[in-house]
């Protein structure tokens, strides 16, 4: 099955906040990442969060863990056009690789 | 300026014929990584390298091969390209200890016809 698990699409009006959610496998995992894919181009790591946290906050965006649920989200205050890419959530597994989730679209709508 | 360089950017060829997608970078990473892009599907992994001459599959391997004689260089070899491997292609690269940042390319997209 999937390593880590994601929704794939979500549209937001621009100013409000968006949430994008994901799921993963590993409990042992380290460090847990959110990277950002903008149109025509590669990914950017975009923040990430320690295992021992529940909570990180960097500017707009907000990390929430639930490690009972191996549940990460990642919220968007005040979105705007520039937010609009895919948004992809990964974790380190063995041999020190990154398993990526499927990727959320958000579509910021002016 | 720190970068991953890969090329073609794009690419059309047909069935059969064999062709490379190089990548290189400039920041003396020893893991690099090759992943594929498909819609509903997110990034899969196709190979990795920890290190020169040390080559690893992923989780989609078949029909690739990859090499690292060198540091810097990861190319990726379609020995007989079918059009299930037309993708857009990703080389990523990191350093070696237990970290997640890697560092993408621009990305190749290759169609096989």
Known sequence: ?110 | EAQVTQNPRYLITVTGKKLTVTCSQNMNHEYMSWYRQDPGLGLRQIYYSMNVEVTDKGDVPEGYKVSRKEKRNFPLILESPSPNQTSLYFCASKEGRNTGELFFGEGSRLTVL
Not at chain 1, 5 to 32: A, H, M, P, W
Not at chain 1, 46 to 74: A, C, E, P, W
């Open chain 1, 1 to 110: 099955g999937e390593d880590v698990e994601q929704s794939l699409f979500l549209s937001v009006r621009e100013g409000d906040s968006s949430v994008i959610n994901c799921t993963y496998t590993d409990s042992s995992s380290t460090y847990l990442y959110w990277y950002k894919q903008e149109p025509g181009a590669g990914l950017q790591l975009l923040t990430y969060i320690f295992s021992n946290m529940d909570m990180k906050q960097d500017q707009r965006l907000t990390v929430l863990l639930n490690k009972k649920d191996k549940h990460l989200s990642l919220r968007i205050a005040d979105t705007q056009t520039g937010d609009s890419a895919i948004y992809f959530c990964a974790e380190i597994k063995g041999n020190n690789r990154l398993a990526f989730g499927k990727g959320n679209q958000v579509v910021v709508i002016p």
